[in-house]
């Protein structure tokens, strides 16, 4: 066999930084990559409804949306953040800034519903818990089966179901909306996994 230079890259170490300043930039990231989930669906809408008007959703089923995404997004981080030190402080001061939100957002009773609920449906997924598996390719499915499984598409639904599964408009287009965000969420776990990864808290 022919010997190839292979060239490695090392992109550096950790980034040590404060448990405020560290809560602050992944509910930036977070919220970032929320706006572009919600613009994919808004793109979903459209296509099923040429007159669809972003500004007639209303914006409760967007701060509801928004809270679990954050909430669910902020878990699996935790989860994968056991080796720092400071994980307790980090939590503690997610949820401070979390409950500003929600209050601002009159969203107090769901944000505490969220909390409550989304770590007991990752702590029972084995799979995730025990494996590492987020999502699951299913193989020789039919086509009134799941496309993915494992825990990425269950919190996706989840999200969606919270926020969007009552109103009207996204009815005829749910079943295309949730396997595109199952993508965009297990997209945003990716980004959010390395992100938190390259940090040490001080």
């Excluded at 990559?33 to 793109?43: G, M, N, P, Q």
């Excluded at 699996?76 to 800034?97: G, H, N, P, V």
């Excluded at 799941?146 to 269950?154: K, Q, T």
């Excluded at 199952?182 to 990716?190: D, I, K, R, V």
């Amino acid at each position: 066999m022919d010997e190839h230079d292979i060239t490695r890259h090392d992109y550096g170490g950790k980034v040590e930084t404060d448990c405020a300043k560290f809560v602050d930039g992944l509910i930036e990231l977070f919220d970032d990559l929320a706006d572009f989930a919600l613009s994919r669906l808004y793109k979903k809408l459209y296509s099923v409804n040429p007159d669809f008007d972003v500004e007639t959703l209303p914006q409760a089923d967007i701060d509801h949306f928004k809270l679990t995404w954050y909430v669910a997004l902020a878990e699996l981080m935790f989860f994968s953040m056991k080796d720092q030190a400071k994980l307790e402080e980090i939590k503690d001061t997610f949820y401070d800034e979390m409950e500003l939100t929600a209050a601002e957002r009159k969203a107090t009773p769901f944000l505490l519903e969220a909390r409550s609920a989304i770590p007991n449906i990752i702590a029972r997924n084995s799979d995730f818990v025990e494996r590492g598996i987020v999502n699951a390719p299913m193989s020789n499915r039919d086509e009134d089966t799941p496309r993915n499984r494992g825990l990425g598409p269950e919190l996706a639904s989840v999200i969606l179901e919270t926020s969007f599964a009552t109103n009207p408009m996204v009815g005829p287009a749910y079943d295309d909306i949730l396997e595109t965000f199952e993508l965009e969420f297990n997209n945003a776990y990716g980004h959010c996994s390395i992100a938190c990864s390259t940090f040490t808290i001080v």
